[in-house]
């Protein structure tokens, strides 16, 4: 699209008032999603859109505007509106548009858009009938099927052009379960950037299955104990530790806004010397990974913190700017209608050496983590509080009987310093981050984990 268009001239009418940096960012996309919800179909949404948004940088301040009118005319005068974000500047001088660069994409078995509508909704039904068939305690189900293609390119006043095409497809199964008055939920999800081919590795079936057998077991769980206990964070609980603990608090916007508890803490201890944290969207069709960023940024292998110690933070350009430095590939955006913010990608905790068993048995009695729920961390102080969804008790280095209504309460960096013991392998778990309004897909990671000591929540 940017290619049939004169962008040059787009740019210089954006930077008319002045201003260091312009942007052109275009996307189009298809999507398709299928909502199974007690036994029926719901919603079947198929959606194509695009469009351009048009952004100025003057001063550490942004002007942004979008439009779906892709005529010359008409983003000449989107470009002018930008522009009058700009004030007392001078206009900028003749710049070169260089040669494109497309990126190739990750490999895709199967195109979502080859495969007929009526599979789709086949696959919500399966996972429909699959968990309500597991227990009569099964109550109600929800299965969720969804694609997207994405074609997104970036031009700027760099002379930059970048290409980026992509494929996303998610699967989600909820199942509830009662039993008198108590009600537990179990939820399944699979998601990454393929196609179709998802489903070789993970059936809706043995997803929904999952989901229902873990809201049944937890109807007969045993209440969560209270108060400070030794906590084991098994791979598959999923990266939600890392991504609210820490991960959060790494995004530049939030450390030069002051409401980060790692404000200049570079080259200082904040984590166990045990513990290496990196933000990786290079990962090969990892949910959070792509080419580029929203900002046309190649992908990047950013390491955060290196054996306990804070190497350094998240940026996009913005942000980069400010502090004098590069971007490390974080410029994300929801769509052409939302201007690009600083945001995680596939975050870790890298794995460490020990063997996940000798980590279980090295507690005589704590809580093991299977799953994570949701949290909240507040990033100015680095408190946080996170569900759990699927935990057991350890006893004599064994787990045991499962219990509900845990949650985890510390803080952030206290937490990081206390993990004593971590495992040779790496879970991941997927998910969409909110921030400013914006969703984007992530992915987060860790190994199993052991943390001397956190506060457990029992609410029953």
Same mark, same amino acid.
């Given at each position: 699209?940017?290619?049939?268009?004169?962008?040059?001239?787009?740019?210089? $009418?954006? #930077? =008319?008032?002045?201003?260091?940096?312009?942007? +052109?960012?275009?996307?189009? %996309?298809? @999507? &398709? *999603?299928?909502?199974?919800?007690?036994?029926?179909?719901? $919603?079947? #949404? =198929?959606?194509?859109?695009?469009?351009?948004? +048009?952004?100025?940088?003057? %001063?550490? @301040? &942004? *002007?942004?505007?979008?439009?779906?009118?892709?005529?010359?005319?008409? #983003?000449?005068?989107?470009?002018?509106?930008?522009?009058?974000?700009?004030?007392? %500047?001078?206009?900028? *001088?003749?710049?070169?548009?260089?040669?494109?660069?497309?990126?190739?994409?990750?490999?895709?078995?199967?195109?979502?858009?080859?495969?007929?509508?009526?599979?789709?909704?086949?696959?919500?039904?399966?996972?429909?009938?699959?968990?309500?068939?597991?227990?009569?305690?099964?109550?109600?189900?929800?299965?969720?099927?969804?694609?997207?293609?994405?074609?997104?390119?970036?031009?700027?006043?760099?002379?930059?052009?970048?290409?980026?095409?992509?494929?996303?497809?998610?699967?989600?199964?909820?199942?509830?379960?009662?039993?008198?008055?108590?009600?537990?939920?179990?939820?399944?999800?699979?998601?990454?950037?393929?196609?179709?081919?998802?489903?070789?590795?993970?059936?809706?079936?043995?997803?929904?299955?999952?989901?229902?057998?873990?809201?049944?077991?937890?109807?007969?769980?045993?209440?969560?104990?209270?108060?400070?206990?030794?906590?084991?964070?098994?791979?598959?609980?999923?990266?939600?530790?890392?991504?609210?603990?820490?991960?959060?608090?790494?995004?530049?916007?939030?450390?030069?806004?002051?409401?980060?508890?790692?404000?200049?803490?570079?080259?200082?201890?904040?984590?166990?010397?045990?513990?290496?944290?990196?933000?990786?969207?290079?990962?090969?069709?990892?949910?959070?990974?792509?080419?580029?960023?929203?900002?046309?940024?190649?992908?990047?292998?950013?390491?955060?913190?290196?054996?306990?110690?804070?190497?350094?933070?998240?940026?996009?350009?913005?942000?980069?700017?400010?502090?004098?430095?590069?971007?490390?590939?974080?410029?994300?955006?929801?769509?052409?209608?939302?201007?690009?913010?600083?945001?995680?990608?596939?975050?870790?905790?890298?794995?460490?050496?020990?063997?996940?068993?000798?980590?279980?048995?090295?507690?005589?009695?704590?809580?093991?983590?299977?799953?994570?729920?949701?949290?909240?961390?507040?990033?100015?102080?680095?408190?946080?509080?996170?569900?759990?969804?699927?935990?057991?008790?350890?006893?004599?280095?064994?787990?045991?009987?499962?219990?509900?209504?845990?949650?985890?309460?510390?803080?952030?960096?206290?937490?990081?310093?206390?993990?004593?013991?971590?495992?040779?392998?790496?879970?991941?778990?997927?998910?969409?981050?909110?921030?400013?309004?914006?969703?984007?897909?992530?992915?987060?990671?860790?190994?199993?984990?052991?943390?001397?000591?956190?506060?457990?929540?029992?609410?029953?």
């Amino acid at each position: 699209m940017l290619e049939t268009i004169d962008a040059a001239a787009i740019l210089r $009418r954006a #930077l =008319s008032a002045g201003g260091e940096f312009a942007e +052109i960012y275009y996307e189009a %996309g298809a @999507s &398709t *999603a299928v909502v199974c919800e007690d036994g029926k179909v719901e $919603r079947v #949404l =198929s959606s194509a859109d695009r469009g351009i948004g +048009i952004r100025v940088i003057s %001063g550490f @301040s &942004t *002007a942004y505007a979008y439009t779906n009118q892709l005529d010359q005319e008409s #983003l000449l005068r989107l470009a002018a509106t930008v522009s009058r974000g700009v004030r007392g %500047g001078v206009p900028h *001088a003749e710049f070169n548009l260089c040669e494109r660069r497309v990126a190739p994409g990750f490999a895709i078995g199967i195109r979502p858009d080859s495969i007929e509508l009526a599979q789709k909704v086949a696959l919500v039904n399966r996972a429909d009938r699959a968990a309500r068939g597991f227990d009569k305690r099964v109550r109600q189900v929800m299965a969720m099927y969804r694609d997207a293609q994405t074609k997104v390119q970036t031009v700027n006043s760099l002379g930059e052009f970048h290409e980026d095409n992509s494929t996303a497809t998610v699967f989600i199964v909820q199942a509830v379960a009662q039993e008198g008055k108590v009600t537990q939920t179990g939820y399944e999800p699979v998601g990454a950037a393929r196609g179709f081919e998802l489903f070789d590795a993970a059936s809706p079936e043995d997803l929904a299955l999952k989901a229902a057998a873990r809201g049944v077991m937890m109807l007969g769980a045993q209440k969560a104990p209270s108060g400070p206990l030794p906590v084991v964070l098994s791979s598959e609980a999923g990266g939600t530790m890392v991504h609210e603990a820490i991960g959060h608090g790494l995004e530049a916007d939030l450390v030069q806004a002051g409401t980060s508890v790692y404000r200049g803490r570079i080259g200082e201890t904040v984590a166990s010397e045990l513990v290496t944290v990196i933000d990786d969207a290079t990962i090969p069709n990892a949910r959070g990974s792509f080419a580029f960023d929203g900002e046309g940024t190649a992908a990047q292998r950013t390491v955060l913190v290196e054996n306990g110690v804070l190497k350094g933070y998240m940026y996009d350009r913005l942000s980069a700017m400010k502090d004098g430095c590069a971007s490390t590939g974080n410029g994300r955006r929801e769509s052409y209608r939302s201007r690009p913010i600083v945001r995680m990608t596939n975050t870790l905790i890298a794995p460490g050496k020990s063997d996940p068993a000798q980590i279980v048995r090295s507690v005589d009695r704590g809580l093991f983590v299977k799953r994570m729920g949701g949290g909240q961390v507040n990033t100015v102080t680095g408190d946080f509080v996170f569900e759990v969804s699927e935990g057991f008790l350890i006893e004599n280095g064994a787990v045991g009987e499962p219990v509900r209504g845990a949650t985890l309460t510390g803080n952030g960096p206290e937490v990081l310093r206390k993990i004593t013991m971590v495992g040779n392998d790496l879970g991941f778990g997927i998910g969409t981050c909110g921030k400013d309004g914006q969703g984007v897909p992530v992915s987060d990671a860790q190994p199993t984990l052991l943390i001397s000591g956190i506060t457990i929540g029992g609410a029953g």
